[in-house]
């Protein structure tokens, strides 16, 4: 796979694909860039997508300390390699990235997001404080399966049943083996998970905020952080849920970013 050095040295590990405009995936959680492999052949058709692993994810490199800006010298060293204007999609807490980015002055032609994970305050239990130092303490242990639990549990908010049905299943296994780093990064790029009105303010591109109006507190927030971003616009791909159908998703997707 094609590999473009960060500024800090790492090795960060891409896929391209398709032709036309170029789209930038951005993934989150415990997951790869395979995660998003069916929606970038399916996108791939009216674009040019990069697919890339995030540091300490497959293919990737990973250089201590971590710091979100060395996350965003990753995100600017393949923007950087596409040659060519791009854009960016951020898959759930892809968003925080992307948005992140963009507000400290990368330039983009668009954004697309899928169910940002900002909480609303009131919507849903608040994640705690010190959700952060738990994961990390955690990835210290070596205990990669209570991250997964943790992850959720506290900042997902799915019910204890639903976590110990997906313990008793075989999808775990792969879970709990990419939970470390990811779930320590992601919980530092998270920050309190609050909305920060300040940083959306200074997103001028074009902005497509998606939900599947199946979560209330992810909806919730899209329509919040559509509120707070200049030149955002709402669309809901009705009944589907946070782990989106690449199928629904990929043609909203080519209509925003090549249409």
């Not at 998003?36 to 300390?65: F, H």
């Not at 204890?160 to 879970?175: I, M, N, R």
């Not at 992601?186 to 979560?215: E, H, M, R, W, Y």
Request: proline share 7%; hydrophobic share 45%; glycine share 12%.
């Amino acid at each position: 796979m094609p590999t473009v050095t960060s500024t800090d040295g790492t090795g960060i590990e891409y896929e391209l694909s398709g032709a036309g405009p170029v789209v930038v995936f951005i993934g989150s959680g415990p997951t790869d860039r395979t995660s998003n492999a069916e929606l970038a052949g399916l996108l791939a058709g009216s674009c040019t997508v990069i697919n890339y692993d995030r540091r300490g994810r497959g293919g990737s490199g990973d250089t201590a300390p971590y710091a979100v800006e060395k996350e965003i010298e990753d995100l600017q060293a393949v923007v950087d390699a596409a040659g060519a204007p791009v854009s960016l999609f951020g898959d759930s807490g892809g968003a925080f990235l992307a948005f992140r980015a963009v507000a400290g002055g990368m330039r983009v032609d668009r954004i697309a997001v899928w169910e940002a994970p900002y909480i609303v305050p009131g919507s849903r239990p608040p994640v705690p404080d010190d959700y952060a130092e738990q994961q990390a303490a955690l990835a210290t242990a070596g205990d990669s399966g209570a991250m997964a639990e943790l992850f959720l549990g506290t900042a997902v908010g799915m019910p204890a049943e639903f976590v110990a049905g997906l313990k008793a299943g075989p999808y775990w296994s792969f879970l709990a083996d990419a939970a470390s780093p990811a779930l320590v990064y992601d919980a530092q790029l998270a920050g309190d998970f609050g909305i920060d009105s300040a940083q959306q303010a200074k997103v001028s591109c074009p902005v497509l905020i998606l939900d599947g109006n199946t979560t209330p507190w992810l909806s919730e927030t899209a329509d919040a952080l559509a509120k707070m971003t200049p030149g955002a616009v709402r669309q809901t791909l009705d009944g589907q849920q946070h782990n989106v159908e690449a199928a629904v998703l990929a043609p909203a997707l080519s209509a925003f970013f090549a249409g």
